[in-house]
């Protein structure tokens, strides 16, 4: 048998717009309320990790280049990750 993680149950109080939102995923994919807050919760967990690579592969191009377009570029992309538009 495979090395399955044993589920831990957690309580989450969510505002009820969100919570209406997360309702009306569920419904139209046919499935639990739960199995759609792991999915988001996982989605939003891989896109921060994801977001983080590519901040460090974008400080790693800013430090190796010396052409000053391409720097100021790279350096226009890390304040909009960092700071918004």
Same mark, same amino acid.
């Given at each position: 048998?495979?090395n399955?993680e044993?589920? /831990?149950?957690?309580s989450? %109080?969510?505002? #009820? !717009?969100? #919570?209406?939102r997360?309702?009306?995923? @569920? *419904?139209? !994919?046919k &499935?639990s309320?739960?199995r759609? =807050?792991?999915?988001l &919760?996982e &989605?939003? /967990? $891989?896109s *921060?990790? @994801?977001e *983080? %690579?590519? +901040?460090? $592969?974008? #400080? $790693?191009? =800013? %430090? @190796?280049t010396? $052409?000053?377009v391409?720097?100021?570029r /790279?350096?226009? /992309?890390?304040? !909009?990750? &960092? +700071?918004?538009?």
């Amino acid at each position: 048998m495979g090395n399955r993680e044993k589920p /831990i149950r957690q309580s989450v %109080s969510l505002p #009820a !717009r969100l #919570a209406r939102r997360v309702r009306t995923i @569920a *419904k139209n !994919r046919k &499935t639990s309320t739960n199995r759609v =807050l792991v999915e988001l &919760t996982e &989605t939003g /967990i $891989d896109s *921060k990790e @994801a977001e *983080k %690579s590519r +901040f460090f $592969d974008l #400080a $790693d191009q =800013l %430090s @190796a280049t010396s $052409d000053p377009v391409e720097r100021k570029r /790279i350096k226009e /992309i890390l304040a !909009r990750m &960092t +700071f918004g538009e």
